[in-house]
């Protein structure tokens, strides 16, 4: 996680989330735990910091916006990259 969050505020973050949604897979844990750290809510930041296939993120956002715990604010339609936010947030 070169250049991304705290590891241990990351772990933190990500125990919080899978104790408050057990059913979540750890990709979708994980995107919504960054959202926890304030982390921006950006598909291929995420995909890169964490050294993941950015389709499979795109992939989990998409499963955790139907369940209503994120909302996608933007999408790129070149790129596919998809910008959200977590679906308690008043922005």
Same mark, same amino acid.
């Given at each position: 996680?070169?250049q991304? @969050?705290?590891?241990a505020a990351?772990? =933190?973050a990500l125990d919080? %989330?899978?104790? !408050? /949604?057990?059913g979540?897979?750890?990709?979708?844990a994980?995107?919504l735990?960054?959202l926890d750290?304030?982390? @921006?809510?950006?598909?291929?930041a995420? =995909?890169?910091t964490?050294? %993941?296939?950015? !389709? /499979?993120?795109?992939?989990?956002?998409?499963g955790?916006?139907?369940?209503?715990?994120?909302?996608?604010?933007?999408?790129?339609g070149?790129?596919?990259?998809?910008?959200y936010?977590?679906?308690?947030? !008043?922005?």
């Amino acid at each position: 996680m070169s250049q991304g @969050p705290d590891e241990a505020a990351f772990v =933190a973050a990500l125990d919080r %989330v899978s104790a !408050a /949604l057990p059913g979540l897979d750890p990709l979708s844990a994980g995107l919504l735990a960054a959202l926890d750290l304030g982390l @921006p809510g950006d598909s291929r930041a995420f =995909a890169r910091t964490f050294g %993941v296939e950015h !389709a /499979l993120v795109l992939r989990s956002l998409v499963g955790l916006e139907e369940a209503g715990l994120v909302v996608v604010t933007a999408r790129d339609g070149r790129t596919q990259r998809t910008r959200y936010e977590s679906a308690g947030c !008043a922005t």
